[in-house]
Structure formats: structure tokens, C-alpha cells
């Protein structure tokens, strides 16, 4: 009797509990609120599951630009199961960036960044917080203070010169075209690479052209890896399907990747126990130190406190090579494709040159801000050609408001570099490569003008932004001063009408001729 009663007291407490939890969770999911209780801004219609993502044929400019035309410069895009916020204008680039910078200062966690970066140890894709704000001081105070980068100029100097060198024997007083691209990109990979491994090593290396080639390889895939479209960073159920077998590639990538970030810091442990042996010191040898010298200093074998692993070295020397050798690259690609399909602009700028620095000695990086037209020229390359049409994805991680919209945490945001640089509201002739818009004007590309945004702006911006500058700005002023470029006879102006598609296709030839004394250029 006793046991029959506990077993109707058991059904009663079964119901009653199952009950509570079905109110419960009714009560909860009532008041989270999930992206469709959200006011979020307009944007296309998508499919079930995938969303917008079969309508998208890519993250293409053109794409974006084409549906902003019609949701407006705030627009939403879904994604699988991730929401993307799309800001096309000035204003509303600034509405993110400036007004609510803090909140969209995390990255979105994809699976090649998070493989690559070992984990978001590293500066780019690091959420907000305090291991990123230490990153940060380290980059912007340590590995590229103005201090570094200007005592790398002269290795700057050598290597453009090097690689004019090579252009003018190629091509044999302008009768042989010479590929251009392929010159551009191995210096800007070896000023990259002497600031970071010491120019020393790496002069005397009878390996360099192999070893900047194996580099570049490395450059390549990753960033091949990063532009690819991951399913499961999308649909997560669909993670296994892996149609482009990208786990198998990336597995590869990231083991080349970590051998070659290994032996840079392993080379450079073995020179720094040499030189403490040899009993350097360290004020004499400060001027030589390289970016991987000055990472080595904040070793420590744990992960407490402010100091660097060497998991989080390899990470930042990933970053560098990364980040700072194709934007640079691809950014004087574009500039000299516009000198070159623009004889005119090329002859204005060597009139400027030959005004200020003459022909007798070569041109300094101290002469750069004497030269107003140059610096216009690659102002309005930024402006119709940054390097990357989507700025690198910010996200949020609370919930905001923007222009009366409400944006749930975890939304990600493209910012549409393309829609603002070409904006007709913005730029008179907004098509035309016209640097004389620049001339006497204010507008820069240090993150304060928001309709030419190169760099991005706010806590994210690009701590590279002085070297990228540097080294774009001497590389075109010595190709300015020191070759007349022309088009191959078969290669027409409208050849290179998509100079973001050409330098894919390494395309870029020229017809180079000296134009001033050859021993000058020489050695
Ligand atoms: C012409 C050259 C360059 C251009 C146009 C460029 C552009 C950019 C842009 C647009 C961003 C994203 C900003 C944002 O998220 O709002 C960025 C981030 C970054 N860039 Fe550059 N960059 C250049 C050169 C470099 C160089 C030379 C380095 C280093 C050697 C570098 C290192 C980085 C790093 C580490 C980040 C991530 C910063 C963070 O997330 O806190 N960049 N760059």
C-alpha cells in the first residue's frame, strides 16, 4: 500500500516538474530575443538554410555594390546561420568605426583564420581584449615603430634598386618587355623579410631568390585559403561536407607555415646564444635588432602574465608576412598598371621629380613630402584600388543600435570599400584615376576621412600603415625617376582595365628604359 502510494506521488511530481520546464523554457525563449525580433536593417531575400549565399556568386564588389543600389548603404545579408551587416557609404562606415568602435572591434571566428593564426593567438584575428591590446602595444611600440622602420631604409633602397636593376637588363634598353609583377612582388617580400630576419643573413644567403619564392608560395596558399568560402563557417551542420576538400589543404598550409615560422625563430635563437657567447652588447647591437630580435626579448616558456609565447611569436610572424607583404605588393601593382596605361600622369610625375630631386643623385624617402603629385598619385590608387574590396570583417560583440536599426551581437560587418572610394557623391569623375583631386586637398588615408579608407580606421586599423606607406610611396618615386615605362606593342591601355583582376593573373608587363645616368641605378 505504502509503495503503490509512492508510486502515484512519483507520476504526480514527474507532471508537475515537466510541466514547470516546459513554462520555463517558454518564459526564457519569449524573452531572448533572436535575430527576427531584431530591427535589423534591409537587405535580399534568401533561401532556407543558406540564405543569401546562392544569390551571391562570390563576396565580390561588384556584388555587394549592386544589391547596396537597391537595400541602401545599410544593408543585412545572411549567410547560413550568420547574419552580415554591409555598410556602402561614408556615413555609415563612420557610424561603425567611429561612433561604436568599441563594440565592433572583434573579428568573426572562421575555421582557416583560427587554424592559421594558431588559435587567435595573433594580432588579426584576436577578439577585443586584453591579449589583443597587448599585441597591439607590441606591434605598434616594438616591431614597427618609427624607429624600426626607419632604420631599415637603406635595405628599403637596395632592394628596389635591385629589382630596377633587373628590369632594366631585362629589358634590354626597353626593346624586351619584363614582367613587372613579378619584380614588384619579390622586393616588397624581401623588405618584409630583411626587416623581420636580419638583411644580413639573408643578403649573404645564396638561397634568397629561393627562399623569398618559397615565401611567397606560402603567402599565396594561405591567402587562397583565407579568400575561400568555408561551408561550415556558414552552415556548421554541413562542417563534414568539406566539398573543396579545404580541411586536407589546410592541414598542409598551416604545417609549411608553422616549419618555416619554426626555423625563423629557432635561426634566431641559435644567432642571439652565438652573440651572447661573443659577449655583444645589447646597446651596440639595438640598431641592427630585427622584428624576430625584438620578439625573442619578450620570450617566456608560459602563458601568465605580459609576456609573448613562442606559439603567439610564430602567430605575429605569420601576421607580418601575411598581412604586410601582398597589400603592399598589390598596391604598387595597381600603380604602376595606372602609370602605364596613363603616359600623361607618368610625365607630370617626372616633371615633379625632376623639379625637386633632379636627375644627378637618386631620389630619398626625406624627398617624399616634397613631391605633391606623387603623393596624389598614390592617394587616388588607394582611393579606386585598395588592396582588399571588403575591408577585414569586423564583428560585434554586443548588441547595438545604428542608424536606428538594432544589431544583434555576434553580427558581422563588410565595410564596401568600393561603394565609398567610387561614391559620385564623393568623388566628382568618381571612375577616372585623376590625382589632381588630391592635390591641395586635406583628405588622407590615416583613418580620419572616412570616404577613403584604405587602412580602416579606429582600434583595428592597420598598425602596418607606416611601412605599407613608406615602402609604396620609394618604390614608385625611384621607378618614376630612374625608368621611362611603356605598354608592349600588343598590350593596349584597356588591356588593364581591372587592375584588382590583373594582378591575379600576373599580367603586368612593361618596356623598361633607363632615364637617367646608369651607374646611379647600378651595382
Ligand atoms: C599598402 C599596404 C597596406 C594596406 C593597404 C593595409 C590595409 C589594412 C587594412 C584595411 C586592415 C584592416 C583594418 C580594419 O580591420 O579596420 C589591416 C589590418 C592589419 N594590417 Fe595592414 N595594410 C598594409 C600594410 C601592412 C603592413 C606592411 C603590415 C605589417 C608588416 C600590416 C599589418 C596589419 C595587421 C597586423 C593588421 C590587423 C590589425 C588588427 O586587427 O588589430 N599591414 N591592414
Redesign the pocket.
Known amino acids: 500500500m505504502e509503495s503503490q502510494w509512492t508510486s502515484v506521488e512519483k507520476q504526480v511530481w514527474t507532471t508537475v516538474l515537466a510541466l514547470s520546464l516546459t513554462l520555463f523554457l517558454i518564459i526564457v525563449r519569449r524573452g531572448r530575443k533572436t535575430s527576427k525580433n531584431y530591427r535589423m536593417p534591409p537587405g535580399p531575400w534568401g533561401f532556407p538554410v543558406l540564405g543569401t549565399i546562392p544569390r551571391l556568386a562570390g563576396l565580390t564588389h561588384e556584388v555587394l555594390t549592386n544589391f547596396a543600389k537597391n537595400y541602401g548603404p545599410l544593408m543585412t545579408l545572411k549567410l547560413g546561420s550568420q547574419s552580415v551587416v554591409v555598410a556602402s557609404s561614408s556615413k555609415v562606415a563612420e557610424e561603425f568605426?567611429k561612433a561604436n568602435d568599441r563594440v565592433w572591434a572583434s573579428?568573426p571566428p572562421g575555421t582557416v583564420t583560427k587554424v592559421l593564426s594558431y588559435n587567435c593567438s595573433d594580432?588579426?584575428c584576436a577578439s577585443y581584449g586584453p591579449r589583443?591590446r597587448y599585441a597591439?602595444k607590441i606591434?605598434m611600440v616594438e616591431l614597427?615603430s618609427a624607429r624600426r622602420i626607419s632604420s631599415f631604409q637603406a635595405a628599403r633602397k637596395q632592394e628596389i634598386l635591385r629589382a630596377i636593376n633587373d628590369a632594366i637588363t631585362g629589358s634590354c634598353s626597353g626593346t624586351v618587355p619584363v614582367q613587372l609583377d613579378i619584380l614588384i612582388r619579390r622586393s616588397t617580400t624581401n623588405i618584409?623579410m630583411r626587416m623581420l630576419m636580419n638583411e644580413q643573413s639573408l643578403t649573404k644567403s645564396p638561397n634568397e631568390r629561393k627562399i623569398s619564392e618559397d615565401f611567397h608560395q606560402a603567402v599565396k596558399d594561405g591567402l587562397q585559403l583565407l579568400e575561400s568560402f568555408y561551408v561550415g563557417d556558414f552552415i556548421p551542420w554541413l562542417d563534414w561536407l568539406d566539398p573543396q576538400g579545404l580541411k586536407k589543404k589546410l592541414s598542409a598550409v598551416s604545417k609549411k607555415c608553422d616549419t618555416m615560422w619554426q626555423g625563423i625563430l629557432d635561426d634566431h635563437k641559435r644567432k642571439l646564444e652565438a652573440a651572447r657567447d661573443d659577449q655583444a652588447t645589447d646597446s651596440s647591437k639595438s640598431e641592427e635588432q630585427d622584428i624576430v630580435d625584438a620578439l625573442l626579448t619578450r620570450l617566456v616558456d608560459d602563458d601568465d602574465g605580459e609576456n609573448l609565447t613562442e606559439v603567439q611569436m610564430k602567430a605575429l610572424i605569420m601576421?607580418?608576412i601575411f598581412?604586410?607583404t601582398d597589400?603592399?605588393s598589390n598596391?604598387l601593382q595597381a600603380v604602376l598598371g595606372e602609370l602605364l596605361k596613363n603616359p600623361s600622369i607618368m610625365e607630370k610625375a617626372q616633371a615633379e621629380m625632376d623639379s625637386v630631386v633632379g636627375r644627378k643623385r637618386l631620389v630619398e624617402e626625406s624627398d617624399l613630402p616634397n613631391l605633391p603629385y606623387l603623393n596624389a598619385i598614390v592617394k587616388e590608387n588607394?582611393r579606386l584600388h585598395?588592396?582588399?574590396p571588403i575591408?577585414?570583417p569586423?564583428m560585434s560583440t554586443e548588441d547595438s543600435e545604428i542608424l536606428g536599426y538594432e544589431i544583434p551581437a555576434g553580427t558581422t560587418l563588410f565595410v564596401n570599400l568600393h561603394a565609398i572610394h567610387r561614391d559620385p557623391a564623393l568623388y566628382e569623375r568618381s571612375l577616372d584615376f585623376y590625382p589632381e583631386r588630391f592635390l591641395g586637398s586635406e583628405k588622407d588615408v590615416h583613418g580620419f576621412d572616412f570616404d577613403l579608407l584604405?587602412?580602416?580606421?579606429?582600434?583595428?586599423?592597420?598598425?602596418?600603415?607606416g611601412?605599407?606607406?613608406a615602402?609604396?610611396l620609394y618604390t614608385a618615386a625611384l621607378y618614376i625617376q630612374t625608368c621611362d615605362l611603356r605598354l608592349p606593342e600588343n598590350v593596349k591601355p584597356e588591356d588593364l582595365t581591372d587592375l584588382i583582376a590583373l594582378r591575379r593573373s600576373s599580367l603586368l608587363q612593361a618596356l623598361v628604359h633607363p632615364r637617367i645616368p646608369k651607374d646611379l641605378v647600378m651595382f
Open positions: 568605426l573579428r594580432l588579426i589583443w597591439r606591434f614597427l618584409v601576421n607580418i598581412a604586410g597589400t603592399t598596391t588607394f585598395p588592396p582588399g575591408l577585414v569586423h584604405p587602412f580602416g580606421a579606429g582600434r583595428r586599423m592597420c598598425p602596418g600603415k611601412l605599407g606607406l615602402v609604396v
